[in-house]
Protein backbone atom coordinates (compact mmCIF):
# COMPACT_ATOMS: atom_id res chain seq x y z
CA UNK A 1 0.00 0.00 0.00
CA UNK A 2 1.37 3.76 -0.70
CA UNK A 3 1.09 4.20 2.76
CA UNK A 4 3.10 2.06 4.25
CA UNK A 5 5.92 2.65 1.19
CA UNK A 6 5.64 6.51 2.10
CA UNK A 7 6.29 5.54 5.93
CA UNK A 8 8.67 3.33 5.39
CA UNK A 9 10.58 4.86 2.89
CA UNK A 10 10.66 8.71 4.13
CA UNK A 11 11.19 7.00 7.86
CA UNK A 12 14.53 8.94 9.48
CA UNK A 13 12.86 12.36 7.33
CA UNK A 14 9.23 11.89 9.52
CA UNK A 15 11.12 11.11 12.97
CA UNK A 16 13.92 14.11 12.31
CA UNK A 17 10.15 16.65 12.08
CA UNK A 18 8.57 14.61 14.78
CA UNK A 19 11.21 14.83 17.36
CA UNK A 20 12.11 18.33 15.94
CA UNK A 21 8.14 19.37 16.54
CA UNK A 22 7.98 18.41 20.41
CA UNK A 23 11.15 20.23 20.93
CA UNK A 24 9.59 23.51 19.30
CA UNK A 25 6.88 23.77 20.88
CA UNK A 26 8.72 24.92 23.83
CA UNK A 27 11.21 26.53 22.31
CA UNK A 28 9.88 30.30 23.92
CA UNK A 29 9.98 28.84 27.35
CA UNK A 30 12.70 28.53 29.77
CA UNK A 31 11.91 24.96 30.65
CA UNK A 32 12.29 23.45 26.91
CA UNK A 33 10.44 20.51 26.58
CA UNK A 34 10.11 19.94 30.47
CA UNK A 35 6.50 21.54 30.07
CA UNK A 36 5.57 18.89 27.97
CA UNK A 37 6.21 16.19 30.40
CA UNK A 38 5.20 18.29 33.71
CA UNK A 39 1.14 19.61 32.10
CA UNK A 40 0.26 15.57 32.13
CA UNK A 41 2.18 14.58 35.07
CA UNK A 42 0.45 17.34 36.70
CA UNK A 43 -2.98 16.19 35.11
CA UNK A 44 -2.64 12.56 36.40
CA UNK A 45 -1.60 13.70 39.72
CA UNK A 46 -4.36 15.54 39.94
CA UNK A 47 -6.79 12.81 39.80
CA UNK A 48 -4.83 10.36 41.47
CA UNK A 49 -5.14 12.94 44.54
CA UNK A 50 -9.13 13.57 43.85
CA UNK A 51 -9.66 9.67 43.63
CA UNK A 52 -7.49 8.05 46.25
CA UNK A 53 -7.75 11.19 48.97
CA UNK A 54 -10.43 13.53 48.89
CA UNK A 55 -13.19 11.24 47.18
CA UNK A 56 -11.52 8.35 49.30
CA UNK A 57 -11.84 5.63 46.70
CA UNK A 58 -9.59 3.61 48.36
CA UNK A 59 -9.80 0.60 46.07
CA UNK A 60 -11.52 -1.17 42.83
CA UNK A 61 -11.74 -3.95 43.58
CA UNK A 62 -8.89 -6.20 44.61
CA UNK A 63 -6.07 -3.78 43.43
CA UNK A 64 -5.37 -0.14 44.52
CA UNK A 65 -7.09 2.59 42.89
CA UNK A 66 -3.96 4.16 41.88
CA UNK A 67 -2.76 0.71 40.31
CA UNK A 68 -6.06 0.38 38.60
CA UNK A 69 -6.35 4.08 37.57
CA UNK A 70 -2.75 5.48 35.68
CA UNK A 71 -2.22 3.08 32.99
CA UNK A 72 -5.70 3.44 31.97
CA UNK A 73 -5.09 6.95 31.78
CA UNK A 74 -1.76 6.79 30.48
CA UNK A 75 -3.27 4.87 27.68
CA UNK A 76 -5.96 7.41 27.10
CA UNK A 77 -3.79 10.26 27.31
CA UNK A 78 -1.43 8.74 24.48
CA UNK A 79 -4.53 7.99 22.19
CA UNK A 80 -6.53 11.44 22.54
CA UNK A 81 -3.27 13.71 22.28
CA UNK A 82 -2.40 11.62 19.32
CA UNK A 83 -5.16 11.72 17.60
CA UNK A 84 -6.36 15.38 18.13
CA UNK A 85 -2.93 16.81 16.85
CA UNK A 86 -2.49 14.29 14.06
CA UNK A 87 -5.92 15.33 13.00
CA UNK A 88 -5.05 18.90 12.70
CA UNK A 89 -1.55 18.23 11.66
CA UNK A 90 -2.34 18.85 7.95
CA UNK A 91 -3.35 22.31 8.89
CA UNK A 92 0.26 22.62 11.43
CA UNK A 93 2.36 21.43 8.55
CA UNK A 94 0.72 23.26 5.36
CA UNK A 95 4.22 24.70 4.12
CA UNK A 96 4.60 20.88 3.40
CA UNK A 97 1.73 20.53 1.69
CA UNK A 98 2.20 23.57 -0.83
CA UNK A 99 5.66 24.50 -1.00
CA UNK A 100 7.49 21.02 -0.65
CA UNK A 101 6.97 18.14 -2.55
CA UNK A 102 6.79 15.85 0.18
CA UNK A 103 4.39 12.70 0.74
CA UNK A 104 1.68 14.29 2.53
CA UNK A 105 -0.07 10.65 3.78
CA UNK A 106 2.94 10.67 6.01
CA UNK A 107 2.36 14.15 7.82
CA UNK A 108 -0.42 13.10 10.99
CA UNK A 109 2.86 10.30 11.33
CA UNK A 110 4.80 13.46 12.37
CA UNK A 111 2.28 14.52 15.24
CA UNK A 112 1.72 11.28 16.45
CA UNK A 113 5.89 10.89 16.87
CA UNK A 114 6.00 14.09 18.50
CA UNK A 115 3.20 13.15 21.28
CA UNK A 116 4.73 9.82 21.79
CA UNK A 117 7.42 11.44 23.53
CA UNK A 118 5.08 12.72 26.45
CA UNK A 119 3.30 9.07 25.86
CA UNK A 120 6.31 7.05 26.80
CA UNK A 121 6.78 8.93 29.98
CA UNK A 122 3.16 8.77 31.42
CA UNK A 123 3.71 4.88 30.80
CA UNK A 124 6.76 5.27 32.64
CA UNK A 125 4.92 7.05 35.01
CA UNK A 126 2.65 4.39 36.07
CA UNK A 127 5.14 1.41 35.66
CA UNK A 128 6.97 3.14 38.66
CA UNK A 129 4.43 3.81 40.76
CA UNK A 130 2.38 0.38 40.60
CA UNK A 131 5.47 -0.85 41.46
CA UNK A 132 5.89 0.88 44.42
CA UNK A 133 2.12 -0.67 45.15
CA UNK A 134 3.45 -3.82 44.37
CA UNK A 135 1.92 -4.50 40.65
CA UNK A 136 5.10 -4.99 37.96
CA UNK A 137 3.44 -5.01 34.64
CA UNK A 138 3.60 -7.98 32.53
CA UNK A 139 5.88 -6.17 29.86
CA UNK A 140 4.46 -8.41 26.95
CA UNK A 141 0.73 -7.39 27.52
CA UNK A 142 1.53 -3.93 27.74
CA UNK A 143 3.81 -3.97 24.76
CA UNK A 144 1.09 -5.47 23.09
CA UNK A 145 -1.37 -2.95 23.98
CA UNK A 146 0.91 0.13 22.95
CA UNK A 147 0.66 -1.36 19.73
CA UNK A 148 -2.52 -1.74 19.30
CA UNK A 149 -3.27 1.74 20.39
CA UNK A 150 -0.93 3.06 17.41
CA UNK A 151 -2.41 0.90 15.11
CA UNK A 152 -5.73 2.21 16.14
CA UNK A 153 -4.49 5.77 15.77
CA UNK A 154 -3.23 5.87 12.29
CA UNK A 155 -6.14 3.74 11.02
CA UNK A 156 -8.46 6.65 13.33
CA UNK A 157 -6.63 9.60 12.06
CA UNK A 158 -6.19 8.29 8.41
CA UNK A 159 -10.04 10.16 8.27
CA UNK A 160 -10.04 12.68 10.58
CA UNK A 161 -7.01 14.20 9.16
CA UNK A 162 -8.55 14.36 5.66
CA UNK A 163 -11.38 15.63 7.00
CA UNK A 164 -10.22 18.58 9.72
CA UNK A 165 -8.01 19.40 6.28
CA UNK A 166 -11.03 20.15 4.09
CA UNK A 167 -13.71 20.74 6.94
CA UNK A 168 -11.94 23.10 10.15
CA UNK A 169 -15.18 22.99 11.92
CA UNK A 170 -14.32 18.93 12.25
CA UNK A 171 -12.16 19.98 14.74
CA UNK A 172 -14.22 21.12 17.51
CA UNK A 173 -16.43 18.44 16.55
CA UNK A 174 -13.72 16.12 17.39
CA UNK A 175 -12.59 17.67 20.22
CA UNK A 176 -16.24 17.53 21.73
CA UNK A 177 -16.24 13.55 20.59
CA UNK A 178 -13.37 12.62 22.43
CA UNK A 179 -14.43 14.35 25.93
CA UNK A 180 -17.48 12.46 25.58
CA UNK A 181 -15.13 9.27 25.07
CA UNK A 182 -13.69 10.26 27.97
CA UNK A 183 -16.30 9.74 30.37
CA UNK A 184 -18.15 6.83 28.23
CA UNK A 185 -14.83 4.69 28.11
CA UNK A 186 -14.14 3.29 31.44
CA UNK A 187 -11.17 4.95 32.90
CA UNK A 188 -12.06 6.63 36.07
CA UNK A 189 -14.95 4.18 36.97
CA UNK A 190 -15.37 0.85 36.65
CA UNK A 191 -17.05 -1.10 33.68
CA UNK A 192 -18.40 -3.96 36.39
CA UNK A 193 -20.78 -0.86 37.79
CA UNK A 194 -22.75 -1.64 34.27
CA UNK A 195 -23.42 -5.19 35.68
CA UNK A 196 -26.86 -4.88 35.83
CA UNK A 197 -27.13 -3.50 31.99
CA UNK A 198 -25.04 -6.48 29.98
CA UNK A 199 -26.65 -5.03 26.89
CA UNK A 200 -25.09 -1.43 27.53
CA UNK A 201 -22.20 -2.87 28.90
CA UNK A 202 -21.48 -5.15 25.65
CA UNK A 203 -21.13 -2.08 23.66
CA UNK A 204 -19.07 -0.07 25.31
CA UNK A 205 -16.57 -3.55 25.75
CA UNK A 206 -16.78 -2.88 22.02
CA UNK A 207 -15.76 0.44 21.72
CA UNK A 208 -11.90 0.72 20.52
CA UNK A 209 -11.15 3.20 23.49
CA UNK A 210 -12.54 0.65 25.95
CA UNK A 211 -10.48 -2.01 24.81
CA UNK A 212 -7.28 -0.13 24.65
CA UNK A 213 -7.93 1.23 28.01
CA UNK A 214 -9.27 -2.20 29.26
CA UNK A 215 -5.65 -3.77 27.85
CA UNK A 216 -3.24 -1.24 29.51
CA UNK A 217 -4.83 -1.59 32.66
CA UNK A 218 -4.77 -5.70 32.34
CA UNK A 219 -1.02 -5.64 31.89
CA UNK A 220 -0.34 -4.00 35.34
CA UNK A 221 -3.30 -6.28 37.23
CA UNK A 222 -2.60 -9.76 36.18
CA UNK A 223 -4.63 -10.42 33.75
CA UNK A 224 -4.81 -11.00 29.77
CA UNK A 225 -6.77 -9.26 27.65
CA UNK A 226 -6.01 -11.75 24.83
CA UNK A 227 -7.09 -15.03 26.73
CA UNK A 228 -8.97 -13.92 29.73
CA UNK A 229 -12.55 -13.86 27.51
CA UNK A 230 -11.86 -10.74 25.74
CA UNK A 231 -11.57 -13.00 22.62
CA UNK A 232 -14.54 -12.01 20.75
CA UNK A 233 -13.62 -8.29 21.67
CA UNK A 234 -10.34 -8.65 20.55
CA UNK A 235 -11.59 -9.87 17.13
CA UNK A 236 -14.07 -6.93 17.17
CA UNK A 237 -11.23 -3.99 18.21
CA UNK A 238 -9.11 -5.73 14.85
CA UNK A 239 -11.82 -5.78 12.86
CA UNK A 240 -12.55 -1.97 12.94
CA UNK A 241 -9.34 -0.55 12.76
CA UNK A 242 -8.82 -2.42 9.91
CA UNK A 243 -12.55 -1.11 8.72
CA UNK A 244 -11.21 2.26 9.39
CA UNK A 245 -7.87 2.28 8.27
CA UNK A 246 -9.36 0.54 4.56
CA UNK A 247 -12.31 3.54 4.96
CA UNK A 248 -10.45 6.51 5.62
CA UNK A 249 -7.30 5.62 3.49
CA UNK A 250 -10.21 5.75 0.60
CA UNK A 251 -11.37 9.37 2.12
CA UNK A 252 -7.89 10.86 2.47
CA UNK A 253 -7.01 9.59 -0.83
CA UNK A 254 -10.26 11.07 -2.64
CA UNK A 255 -9.45 14.51 -0.63
CA UNK A 256 -5.99 14.89 -1.02
CA UNK A 257 -6.26 16.47 -4.47
CA UNK A 258 -8.21 19.44 -2.38
CA UNK A 259 -5.69 20.29 0.16
CA UNK A 260 -3.86 22.64 -1.65
CA UNK A 261 -6.43 24.59 -2.18
CA UNK A 262 -7.92 24.81 1.24
CA UNK A 263 -4.82 25.27 2.79
Known amino acids: MEFIKDVIKNRKVIWGIGKNDF ?31 ILKVGS ?34 SYLVKKVVFPVDT ?16 FVIAIVVSSIFGYVPNFLILLYAIIAAYCFIIAFTRFTSAIVTVLPDFSQLLNIVMQLFFWFTPIVWDLQRLAGHPFVAKILHCIPFTYLVSAARQAFIGE ?40
Request: hydrophobic fraction near 50%; aromatic fraction near 20%; avoid cysteine.
Open 23 to 53: KNRFANTSLGAIWGFLQPFIFMLTYVIVFQY
Open 60 to 93: VGNYPYVSWYLPAMAMWMTMNDSIINASNSIRAY
Open 224 to 263: NIITKGYGFYTLVFWTITLILFVWGNHIFKKTKKDFSDVL
Open 107 to 122: IPIIAIISSSFVSLFL
